[in-house]
């Protein structure tokens, strides 16, 4: 690929989400020669904060979501809204749009997102099924919930077709509109990707304790019809079926990146414009960032990401030089009661790492970090039921902790020390080897009252 540092005049932008309003921020709130950029994007709106939908089934309104408007505000930047880029022209630097206009650029910056996927079966598209990705997805999914609570006159039951991090965030959305979720997961456990067996076991036992069901190992093969023709059940490969007058799915997403390929950019078989450190496709006059990239064969669906992209592409048009690091896969839950977190190496891929554990069921609590083998280095790390300390903890990574890990795992309870005639809690630390890994737990014991034990 192309290391020339570039200098354009004309940038055009396609997309205008969350990563493709911070890369002009950081463009224009840098650039000392003259710019103009112009951004094309197919909603009929400004950009919005798209992590924050769920924010609109408490009454959240599209103004309040909306992105810094003064961004695209600025005289040297062209919105083009309810557009859509329909094909590039390389040789040519053009862009041909919807609206059949046609754009020349000298630098264009893919920032075309992903699209939400959908469960390949039959009836997946039948009325009451909806994915949860836009403004617009979210506002029609609440519509359709209160119309047809009122059409059938009972609390509605939902199922949400993906137990990952949007998943478990969608259940809470519909138990909040007065919806009995049942979240179904296809993995063993939910949020496979950020938590281990023993932290999605206790986000299971969390959510259920909130009323929200929980079904794991579960492949939805069908789903069925009332007599109005709107979803009624879902049904599954082991024969089982699960009653739903709504379904969501939240099953991951998928890069847009038909408009690259059909450019005859290079894309990742699995999908995504594939990139180099520097944001730069196969085309030195084409930067991709964001859900579209693919880096090291990954596309990511997290904003942090794509706004780092956005910085080092922005860097690189203003003549400075800027590597992309890398994903950093740290997320954290949105869904009140439930408190998650999970950064860094959370799975302890690193060779000879140890786990540091410590878990009260009883008060529906697991905390693990991750450390380098002599104990020093904090590689990562998983916080279900108190995340507190995320924080403090998710900076630290490839750092020394510069405390006790017990310091950052052990409740702090604000309550002075106990008197010689009160109940002791004391933490015991055990070391296990669990398939050739060290891990070493902390577990509680009480002296004069019930015991809560780790496990």
Known sequence: MNEAVLTPEEIVVVGAGMVAHRFVESLMSRAVRPMHVTVIGDEGLRPYERVGLTGVFDGVTPAELELDRSVFDDFRVRFMADDRALHID??????????????????????????????DADGADLPGCFVYRTLEDVQRLKAFVEQRGRALGRPLRGAVIGGGLLG??????????????????????????????????????LLEAQGISVRTQSCTTRLDADDDGAVSTVEFQDGSVERADVVVFAVGVRPRDELARNAGLQVDPRGGVI??????????????????ASFDSRCVGLVAPGYAMAEVAATRLLGGDAVFPGYDDS??????????????????????????????PVAGVY????????????????????ATAYGALRPLVGSRLGAEPA?????????????????????????????????????RENAGMSERTAS
């Open 90 to 119: 390389r040789s040519r630097r053009t862009i041909r749009t919807r609206s059949r206009r046609r754009i020349d650029y000298d630098t264009l910056v893919l920032a075309t997102g992903s699209y939400a996927a959908r469960v």
């Open 168 to 205: 478990v965030e969608v259940a809470g959305a519909l138990q909040g509109m007065g919806v009995e979720p049942t979240v179904v997961q296809h993995s063993e456990r939910l949020m496979s990707a950020q938590l281990d067996a023993a932290g999605g076991a206790m986000l299971e036992r």
């Open 275 to 292: 990139i180099d450190e520097r944001c730069s496709t196969s085309d030195p006059h084409i930067l991709a960032i964001g859900e579209v």
């Open 331 to 360: 997320s954290k839950l949105r869904l009140s009661g439930v408190d998650v977190a999970s950064f860094g190496d959370a799975m302890a891929t690193t060779p000879n790492a140890i786990d540091v554990v410590y878990t009260d």
């Open 367 to 386: 905390k693990k970090l991750v450390l380098s083998a002599d104990t020093q280095t904090l590689l990562g790390g998983i916080l279900v039921g108190d």
């Open 407 to 443: 310091a950052y795992l052990l409740p702090v309870t604000g309550e002075e020390a106990p008197r010689s005639d009160q109940a002791q809690t004391t933490y015991v630390a055990t070391v296990e080897k669990i398939g050739g890994r060290e891990l070493i737990r902390l577990d």
